[in-house]
């Protein structure tokens, strides 16, 4: 009876193991999570800003090389 309540025992001990790890990894994942998340928020950020930037140079883009209408611009990224 003594070796059944002491394999029960160390299962109880196993599983609370198996617990914390499970909890430490559930932890890990959520802060990598979080991380991405922060990444993929400043992405489309600056994707949008490209985006505005596009904008601007939309009237002064020219598919010839040589061309005499083409202007010298300046973007302002702040906005």
């Given amino acids: ?5 002491e394999v029960y025992q160390g299962l ?3 599983m609370k193991n198996d617990r ?6 559930i932890d890990d994942v959520e802060s990598q999570y979080r991380e991405l998340q922060q990444k993929c928020n400043e992405m489309e ?3 949008r800003q490209n985006a505005r930037v596009m904008d601007i140079m939309k ?5 010839v090389k040589n061309c005499l209408n083409r202007k010298s611009i300046t973007f302002d ?3």
């Fill in 59 to 63: 009237p002064f883009l020219c598919g």
């Fill in 45 to 47: 950020k600056d994707i």
């Fill in 20 to 25: 914390k790890e499970l909890k430490q990894r």
């Fill in 77 to 79: 990224t702040n906005n």
């Fill in 1 to 5: 009876m003594k070796s059944v309540q």
């Fill in 12 to 14: 109880i001990e196993d």
